[in-house]
Nanobody, 117 residues
Framework: QVHLVESGGGLVQPGGSLRLSCAASGSIASRYAMGWYRQAPGKQREMVARITSGGATNYQDSVKGRFTISRDGTKNTLYLQMNSLEPEDTAVYYC???????????WGQGTQVTVSS
């Protein structure tokens, strides 16, 4: 079992920055994928960024060049650095973990990000 706890959300002005954190506890598989998803009111949850145990990253086109996903050296904490934030980035952001060996996944509780003037 893996437990995910998120933090770092808040209210920022357009053009501002935030860094989201996801602390993972439990048994982390040797082969995994972790990522950030977001969901705005009335819209479907969408992938924002992901990173694999091998270090490969993928980003949604709308955040390329603005967001950076990373992890700490022990793979216990996942980060999302968000720069040049836009009102369209407003959503609840969720941390995601996938054990690629067993095909089991886990979700964090979500953290609210609001970009407004």
């Amino acid at each position: 079992q893996v437990h995910l706890v998120e933090s770092g959300g808040g209210l920022v002005q357009p053009g501002g920055s935030l860094r989201l954190s996801c602390a993972a506890s439990g048994s982390i598989a040797s082969r995994y994928a972790m990522g950030w998803y977001r969901q705005a009111p009335g819209k479907q949850r969408e992938m924002v960024a992901r990173i694999t145990s091998g270090g490969a990253t993928n980003y949604q086109d709308s955040v390329k060049g603005r967001f950076t996903i990373s992890r700490d050296g022990t793979k216990n904490t996942l980060y999302l650095q968000m720069n040049s934030l836009e009102p369209e980035d407003t959503a609840v952001y969720y941390c995601y973990y996938l054990n690629r060996g067993t095909a089991t996944d886990y979700w964090g509780q979500g953290t609210q990000v609001t970009v407004s003037s």
